[in-house]
C-alpha cells in the first residue's frame, strides 16, 4: 500500500513540474505544447476504415457486422479512439499494472477525440472493480479515465451506480467462448435509470463481453441507450 501512495505522490509531483517548466512528450520525452507530441500522436495505431458501429470492429463498409445482427449487444454502440497495439498497450499496461496515473488524462484525451459533443450522455459509468481488486491495486484505472472525461465534458461521473459483486478470474487468461460465462451475473444495480443516457468507460474493450454484461444490467434498470466509450480495442487475432 505504501509504494501506491508513493507513486500517486510522484504523479502529481511530476504534473506539477509540468505546469511549471513545460511539458515533455510522454512518449519520446521530447518537448511537446500537450502530453503527446505531434508525431508521436500521428504515429498511433488510430481506428481507420469503416468499422461496425456497435462493437468497433473492422468492416468492408461502416455498417452493423452480422455478428452483431445476429446477436444484438445490451450496447447501442461503441466509441473506441485507437487500436489495442504499441504503444497503447505498454501506456494502458504502466497506468493498471504500475499506477502511472498520469497517463489517465492522456489517455482520457485521445477518447474524447472521439465523442460528439452534441450527443452526451446522462451519466458516465465507469468499469466497476471488485472490491478485492480495488484493495489489490489501490485505484480502478477505468474511473481514472471517466474522471477525466466527466471534468471536461460535464457530464456527472457515477462510479457507486454499479457494484462488481463476483470476483471474477481474469478475461484475459480465458478462452474467447468462455469469458461471456465468466462475466455473468458479475454486476449489481439497484437504481432507477428509466429515460438515461448512458456512457460506459472502461480502458480495452476485447470480446466486449464484460461490457455487455454491464449494459444488460443497467438495461434492466431502465437505460434506453448505452454507449461503451473504450480507449483501445482489440483487434481479431490479437492476443
Not at 488524462?105 to 451519466?123: N, W
Not at 489501490?138 to 470476483?167: H, T, W, Y
Request: charged residues 20%; contains cysteine; aromatic residues 6%.
Amino acid at each position: 500500500m505504501l509504494s501506491i501512495f508513493c507513486s500517486i505522490f510522484l504523479n502529481y509531483r511530476l504534473k506539477i513540474v509540468q505546469l511549471l517548466f513545460g511539458r515533455n512528450c510522454f512518449l519520446c520525452g521530447s518537448a511537446a505544447t500537450e502530453d503527446l507530441c505531434t508525431p508521436c500522436r500521428d504515429s498511433l495505431p488510430h481506428i481507420s476504415g469503416p468499422h461496425c458501429p456497435v462493437c468497433a470492429l473492422p468492416m468492408e463498409e461502416a455498417r452493423v457486422c452480422g455478428a452483431c445482427l445476429a446477436h444484438p449487444p445490451a450496447f447501442d454502440l461503441t466509441l473506441a479512439a485507437v487500436n489495442y497495439a504499441f504503444p497503447i498497450d505498454a501506456l494502458l499496461h504502466s497506468l493498471k499494472y504500475r499506477t502511472n496515473l498520469a497517463l489517465a488524462p492522456v489517455l482520457a484525451d485521445l477518447l474524447l477525440a472521439q465523442i460528439d459533443k452534441a450527443v452526451l450522455p446522462d451519466f458516465i459509468v465507469p468499469m466497476p472493480l471488485h472490491a478485492v481488486r480495488l484493495r489489490e491495486r489501490g485505484f480502478n484505472q477505468a474511473m481514472e479515465i471517466g474522471r477525466q472525461i466527466s471534468k471536461k465534458l460535464d457530464v456527472p461521473l457515477l462510479p457507486a451506480l454499479c457494484r462488481r459483486v463476483r470476483d471474477t478470474a481474469s478475461q484475459t487468461r480465458l478462452p474467447w467462448k468462455e469469458r461471456e460465462k465468466n462475466i455473468r451475473n458479475a454486476f449489481d444495480c439497484e437504481e432507477n435509470l428509466d429515460g438515461k443516457h448512458i456512457a460506459i468507460v472502461d480502458d480495452v474493450m476485447t470480446t466486449g463481453a464484460t461490457l455487455n454484461e454491464l449494459a444488460r444490467v443497467l438495461r434492466k434498470c431502465g437505460a434506453v441507450h448505452i454507449s461503451a466509450w473504450v480507449v483501445a480495442r482489440t483487434l481479431p487475432g490479437t492476443p
